[in-house]
């Protein structure tokens, strides 16, 4: 059982780029999340979903944009990179939304924008 | 607002123990976790506290007072692999988690 998956492990993008990032669970999970994770500050929420066909925005949703057609996977994508998206992204998952379940980290994705 | 202070960086030294503190400021509340981190890798789940008191689980504790939005991680009998970062995080009222920066513990023989 892998958990979760990210791909790529690292990017480095022009700006201006289109750019997907992929996560993969198979934990069956139903609530999903990525953030971001910025030296000096806290992990930054920018979209969720809590079940297959829903997605919300988290605190830093500007820039980014997601889709859960299935269960597994929650990609998220930057339509037109910029610098200050440079970052390391995380996905993550939890079993059920809307609880105290304990949330589980994909090994993220190391995202330098030129 | 919402928000979470804990230290940017503590040293200690193996076989020791550490307490690390956090204080949170959240819109409602559902729980405090901990997390540790080591250095370009995941975050993975370490506790988590909804009622006061203190939580031991093998060599890490974790406390929570609510009436002083407070908590810290201890650690005890530190070994060179606890070297990583320890992420706080407040679960608010829409069982959103607040991060906190982190705090960056060093261990020194």
């Known amino acids: 059982i892998a958990g979760i998956t990210q791909a790529p492990t690292s990017q480095i993008l022009a700006a201006g780029r289109r750019m997907t990032l992929r996560c993969t669970q198979d934990?069956?999970?139903?609530?999903m999340y990525w953030y971001r994770q910025d030296l000096g500050l806290g992990l930054r929420l920018i979209h969720y979903s809590n079940t297959a066909g829903t997605t919300g925005k988290g605190e830093v949703p500007d820039g980014y944009s997601v889709s859960r057609a299935n269960t597994d996977d929650f990609p998220l994508t930057l339509a037109s990179a910029v610098p200050s998206q440079t970052s390391v992204y995380f996905c993550a998952s939890s079993a059920v939304a809307g609880s105290t379940d304990t949330q589980y980290f994909g090994p993220g994705t190391r995202l330098t924008v030129l | 607002g919402q928000n979470i202070d804990q230290p940017t960086e503590m040293t200690a030294t193996e076989g020791a123990i550490v307490q690390i503190n956090c204080t949170y400021q959240t819109s409602g509340f559902n729980g405090l976790f901990w997390y540790q981190q080591h250095a370009g890798e995941a975050p993975t789940f370490l506790s988590y506290n909804v009622l006061d008191g203190l939580e031991e689980k093998g060599r890490f504790s974790s406390f929570l007072s609510r009436s002083k939005g407070y908590s810290y991680l201890l650690l005890k009998e530190l070994q060179m692999k606890d070297s990583a970062s320890y992420l706080c995080a407040s679960m608010d009222s829409n069982y959103q988690l607040i991060w906190g920066a982190g705090t960056k513990l060093i261990i020194k023989p």
């Open positions: 934990m069956r999970h139903n609530a």
